[in-house]
Nanobody, 121 residues
Framework: QVQLVESGGGLVQAGGSLRLSCTAS????????MGWYRQAPGKQRELVAR???????DYADSVKGRFTISRDNAKNTAYLLMDNLKPEDTAVYYC???????????????WGRGTQVTVSS
């Protein structure tokens, strides 16, 4: 069973930076897309950024120019560098991955448990 483990969340003042990491482990797999989502209290989970295996990226408009997603395919790890953080970035951040498996079901999608990011004003 492939698991995603996030780390790097915490409390930071507005204008500060954090870097989140997400590592996939367990079994034999490759990863096509890795993404970061967030969910603030009382709000729906939303896409923050995603990166495909070739390196193409996609960002939510609210984080463009402030957040950078990257990945290390050899380590099955994705990173989210968050600069110039704002109080409205406060949320639980979840890692998500589209997996390619060698056996049935061949494709799978999995979530991490999340890491809390709190930005104080």
């Amino acid at each position: 069973q492939v698991q995603l483990v996030e780390s790097g969340g915490g409390l930071v003042q507005a204008g500060g930076s954090l870097r989140l990491s997400c590592t996939a482990s367990g079994g034999t797999f490759s990863i096509s897309v890795m993404g970061w989502y967030r969910q603030a209290p009382g709000k729906q989970r939303e896409l923050v950024a995603r990166i495909i295996s070739g390196g193409s990226t996609d960002y939510a408009d609210s984080v463009k120019g402030r957040f950078t997603i990257s990945r290390d395919n050899a380590k099955n790890t994705a990173y989210l560098l968050m600069d110039n953080l704002k109080p409205e970035d406060t949320a639980v951040y979840y890692c998500n991955a589209d997996l390619i498996l060698p056996t049935y079901p061949l494709l799978s999608n999995t979530w991490g448990r999340g890491t809390q990011v709190t930005v104080s004003s």
